[in-house]
């Protein structure tokens, strides 16, 4: 077995053991989940959710990668890849009792364009993204793509205090269909499935374990990724920087945008 394909797996166990998990925690102890136990290593206060979930990823890396995440920060095993990950994409969603967060992973390098392989779980559903560079997206190990054209797109927006002027503008465009979920990582899976045709966070406000996981696959579905200023979406895999995400099926649904 070749060390990516290693990697992959460990990847797939991390998710799995999150998702029976967070589940096992939910129906047992659903009011502490919210609980804020300290301050994360991206600025954030870390929940109960986060932690539990993060824990998981950690203890089944077993040092095989690097790890960088919101709540502890880059550990460094000493790995030529880094694992990225998001433990609990949507940990808002998650702590009020709405059916929409993920787990995001990753495997890099040094940047966003290096990323080998990408894996988003829905917690929920247990549907599961899959990318690997230059081989296509997958949707539970079936190959999906975007949908290029509609009369009738299917925006998704960041809204609330994430939101811009620029953001609301576009509630105001009638083809428009908005919706605002809550989970970037699985929003931007929806286009690489053909659900919707866009996913916009106007501020630059994401970090890269937010999108990290999700930029891959909406490539290799053949959809595209931009910062609010029109450029191809390509950042450090570290927690300093702060990005603004534009998703498309198509540079079409730009149009209006930038």
């Known amino acids: 077995m070749s060390e990516i394909e290693e990697l992959k797996e460990i990847c797939m166990k991390i998710a799995e053991g999150i998702e029976d998990r967070v589940r096992e925690e939910k129906q047992k102890n659903f009011r502490q989940l919210s609980q804020e136990l300290y301050m994360g290593a991206d600025g954030t206060p870390t929940q ?47 702590v009020h009792g709405i059916p929409f967060y993920c787990t995001s992973i990753a495997i890099g390098k040094e940047k966003l364009s290096d990323v080998k392989y990408a894996l988003v779980r829905n917690l929920l559903t247990g549907d599961t993204y899959t990318a690997e560079k230059g081989k296509g997206a997958f949707l539970n190990g079936s190959k999906i793509e975007v949908e290029k054209t509609s009369n009738e797109p299917i925006f998704s927006l960041a809204l609330g205090k994430s939101g811009n002027n620029r953001m609301f503008n576009l509630l105001n465009i009638n083809r428009l269909n908005i919706r ?25 406000y994401l970090r890269v374990t937010d999108f990290a996981a999700s930029t891959l696959i909406v490539r290799e579905a053949g959809g595209e990724v931009f910062d609010i200023r029109g450029k191809l979406l390509d950042t450090g895999l570290n927690l300093k920087e702060r990005s603004s995400v534009i998703a498309v099926s198509s540079e079409e649904f730009l149009e209006g945008i930038l």
């Open 180 to 204: 605002s979920l809550g989970a970037a990582a699985l929003e931007m899976c929806l286009i690489a499935s053909g659900s919707i045709h866009a996913y916009i966070q106007g501020n630059d």
């Open 48 to 94: 109960r959710i986060d932690k539990i979930a993060e824990d998981i990823a950690l203890s089944t890396v077993s040092k095989k990668m690097n790890v960088l995440s919101e709540e502890a920060g880059f550990v460094d095993y000493g790995c030529e890849y880094t694992m990225v990950i998001d433990p609990v994409d949507g940990t808002r969603n998650a």
